[in-house]
């Protein structure tokens, strides 16, 4: 079973400045309730008793959001206020299931998924990328079922649009398992449009294997000077390590961009 998500929290997030200068973007509220309690309620639902923040010290206002408990008690004392008795239970139950690491220079996805190295217990860990949100189907329950059949690693997948390749990390496909999942022959972080051998895409959801840290602590940087998850990925499967891209039903909301999370906040509140 998988009981560990990871969900890497480090980043600059420059392309939500100016506001990330001042404040995380997995806070900002998206129908009333931060970011990152679609991601935590995903995890809850589907399993996970253990989740591992990589924040840095820029990003410590997160660690206090979910610490501010004793602030919390006192209002409910003074005010009874239902709502915010609510949400103080809802903050203590997430309390109690996070660990904080840091990564405080953002030297990429893989070095923050290093951090977590000597935290995770099992074969296999979930880790989720904030800025991606799913609605509609809970996109790691599903994963963990594909998970348990066939034994392996996977990777939330989604074909895009043949001209923005060059923003995602790119999968070559070796055979289709069934009508939603297939084997990965190859993954290319951030190809152009000549380089990418498909308009399949990875989504910021995976299940992957603990021996990436292996890989992770010789790995050098790759594309824009950063070290990536997907070329640690990458490696693995050259080394047989089985990769399948799972293709998830449900929606796909962006929240790293201004458009994409003003977009993101329009298709919640429809729900
Ligand atoms: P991105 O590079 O896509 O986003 O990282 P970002 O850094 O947050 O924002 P931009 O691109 O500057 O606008 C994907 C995820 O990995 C985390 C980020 O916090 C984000 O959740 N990350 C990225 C780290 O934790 N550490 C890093 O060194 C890099």
Known sequence: MIKQAIIPLAGLGTRLLPLTSVFAKELLPINGKPGIEYILDECIDAGIKEVIFIISKKKEIIKKYFYNDLFYKKIIKKKNDQRVKKEYQKILKYKKIIKFVYQNKPLGTGDAVLKTKNLIKDSHFLMLLPDDLIIKNNCSKSMIKIHQKYKSSVMASMKVDKSTVSRWGIFKLKKNLDKNNSLIDDVIEKPSIHEAPS????????????????????????????????????????????????????KYLDCGTMNGYIKSTLEIAKL
């Open 199 to 250: 308009n399949k895409a990875v989504i910021g959801r995976y299940i992957l294997p603990k021996k990436i840290f292996n890989l992770l602590i010789n790995q050098k940087p790759g594309k824009g000077g950063e070290i990536h998850i997907t070329d640690a990925i990458q490696s693995l499967i050259k080394n047989n390590e089985t990769f399948i891209a799972h293709n998830f039903s449900g």
